[in-house]
């Protein structure tokens, strides 16, 4: 296995130049500076290969620099750049077609185009409470919706990301997200812990806290990202759906990490068999522009002429970026993030036999986590031994994240191959050993 002498030198004197004048306040992991990338390879400053296993936290879907993606935004750049929000263009209207055809929704579909995640999840908030006429909230405890005020408010992975930066919005109660891993509520034989979330909803927050009634909406990643990779139990999103629709409640889908296919279906909650309401896209929506999306149903999407808008909402380098990558998921890479996923998903549990500090391999499609434990049987989370080996797979090679406590994400592009899944999981697998003997 090939050591690298990571950073080189070019690396070193970006860095020394970065810490001068760039915030302090980004929580980089490890010293790569990108010099170019192509599909799911990428290589830094000094001439060094890496696998992608991170994908800019699940944004390059169509992995780095895919020629359609490059093309459709040159030719776009050449007949113009910006025209605002004031005005009309084509390839908004047909980004928002393609994004209604894509939606899962019965009924027909509205679409409102953002610039990131966080200002999808804010448009989702403002809509929920003009729809419903009611100002509350349910989010989970875990979540991560971004870090504009409405959405950190939500967000709770972290203390870091709120801490001096209260008060924040107002109405918004948190409840466990169902772990099954890690359950924190006690559970009835035979119960499933998605429902007892549920009944705990019912049971404690409307009973005590909350008026049901005035809940405009529940926020929900149908799989936690940022807190830990995260699949909830099969009877969570049913038993949810019937409490929303029980107290006209809006069920509102953060698909920003999960959706655009990267669990082999456009939109996570798919797998769930369940029907949301809103849905708030971006990352993976247009390969690494900087594109968001709020696609929600007709009917609720009722706000007036002038209540919601943005400047760059709807760029169009951003959307014809994103109507080439919604072309290449549909055509090969959902599919392929289905299949080639459930393959790393079986090489992993494979791998979790030989190593004792693997506690649990869960995900589904190109989403999946790895979490570290100071052993099986207490299943203390080891943060430790997660950034050694999230180190040492940087020093061979591979780029990965964190997330959660201790789980290490795999979020490659969705166009990773078998033989490139073969290559990184064998580093993994050997720096994962390095690690466990310290
Ligand atoms: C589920 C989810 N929602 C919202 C966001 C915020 O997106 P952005 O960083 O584009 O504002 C993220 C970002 O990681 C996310 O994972």
């Not at 290969?49 to 459709?72: C, E, M, N, Q, Y």
């Not at 849905?279 to 999306?293: D, E, H, V, Y």
């Not at 002429?305 to 959902?334: D, E, F, V």
Request: hydrophobic share 35%.
């Amino acid at each position: 296995m090939k050591h690298l002498k990571v950073p080189g030198p070019k690396a070193k004197a970006f860095i020394e130049r970065d810490l001068k004048v760039v915030s302090p306040s980004y929580p980089r992991g490890y010293p790569f500076v990108m010099d170019h990338g192509k599909g799911t390879e990428v290589w830094d400053v000094d001439g060094n290969r890496f696998l992608d296993f991170a994908a800019g936290i699940a944004v390059a879907s169509t992995g780095h620099s895919h020629p359609d993606v490059v093309k459709a935004i040159q030719e776009q750049a050449e007949k113009f750049i910006h025209i605002s929000s004031d005005f009309y263009h084509e390839k908004w209207i047909e980004l928002s077609e393609k994004l209604a055809e894509i939606s899962p929704f019965q009924e027909d579909t509205r679409v409102f185009l953002t610039n990131s995640g966080t200002e999808s999840v804010e448009g989702a908030i403002k809509l929920a409470r003009y729809h419903t006429n009611r100002s509350n909230f349910i989010g989970f405890l875990g979540g991560f919706h971004g870090r504009t005020i409405g959405a950190i408010t939500f967000t709770a992975s972290k203390p870091n990301y709120k801490r001096r930066f209260f008060p924040l919005m107002n109405g918004v109660t948190h409840v466990p997200f169902p772990d099954p891993y890690r359950p924190i509520l006690n559970l009835e034989p035979g119960q499933d812990y998605g429902e007892r979330i549920i009944e705990y909803i019912e049971e404690q927050v409307f009973e005590k806290i909350l008026p049901a009634d005035e809940v405009a909406g529940i926020l929900v990643e149908p799989i936690q990202g940022e807190g830990g990779y995260i699949v909830p139990p099969a009877g969570f999103f049913p038993a949810l759906r019937k409490l929303c629709d029980k107290h006209g409640i809006l069920l509102i889908a953060d698909e920003v990490q999960a959706g655009m296919g990267r669990t082999g279906k456009w939109w996570s909650i798919e797998n769930f068999g369940v029907e949301p309401d809103i849905i708030t896209s971006a990352k993976g929506i247009a390969s690494g522009m900087p594109l968001g999306a709020l696609i929600t149903k007709k009917s609720v999407m009722n706000w007036p002429k002038g209540s919601h808008g943005n400047t760059y909402g709807g760029n169009p380098i951003a959307c014809a970026a994103s109507l080439a990558t919604i072309n290449a998921i549909q055509n090969g890479y959902m599919e392929n993030a289905r299949v080639t996923g459930t393959y790393t998903l079986e090489k992993l549990k494979e791998m979790q036999i030989r190593h004792s500090s693997i506690g649990e391999v869960r995900g589904i499609g190109f989403m999946i986590g790895i979490e570290f434990v100071k052993d099986q049987q207490s299943k203390k989370s080891d943060a430790d031994i997660r950034d050694r080996v999230v180190n040492l797979a940087y020093e061979y090679g591979l780029l990965t994240l964190g997330c959660g406590k201790s789980v290490i994400r795999v979020s490659p592009p969705l166009c990773t191959n078998k033989e490139q899944i073969g290559e990184g999981l064998e580093i993994l697998d050997y720096v994962i050993s390095l690690a466990e003997n310290g």
